[in-house]
Nanobody, 127 residues
């Protein structure tokens, strides 16, 4: 069973930065793509960023140039560096592990592609 534990959320002023971490356990972390999603109040959960097993990265247009996803396979951890935060970035952020090893399909922005999810961490950006 894969376990994902997010940390690093909190309250920050607009223009500030946060770094989210997601520690994974339960399978060979380095073989799997990882993703970050977020859910704002009253909205559906949506894709933020993904990183493949071979370090290719993908980010949503809404956060491109501000958010960076990275991974440290030695620590079984994936990160989301968030800079220039805006009030509209306020959401619960979820870490997710891809369903298959050494793969990342065209549909990587869709939740159904990910088999395991963390409990989420709240990010609140004040104006």
């Amino acid at each position: 069973q894969v376990q994902l534990v997010e940390s690093g959320g909190g309250l920050v002023q607009a223009g500030g930065s946060l770094r989210l971490s997601c520690a994974a356990s339960g399978r060979t972390f380095s073989s799997y793509a990882m993703g970050w999603f977020r859910q704002a109040p009253g909205k559906e959960r949506g894709f933020v960023a993904a990183i493949s097993w071979n370090y290719s990265t993908y980010t949503a247009n809404s956060v491109k140039g501000r958010f960076t996803i990275s991974r440290d396979n030695a620590k079984n951890t994936v990160y989301l560096q968030m800079n220039s935060l805006k009030p509209e970035d306020t959401a619960v952020y979820y870490c997710a592990a891809y369903r298959s090893p050494r793969a990342l399909s065209y549909y990587y922005t869709q939740e159904v592609e990910y088999s395991y999810w963390g409990q989420g961490t709240q990010v609140t950006v004040s104006s």
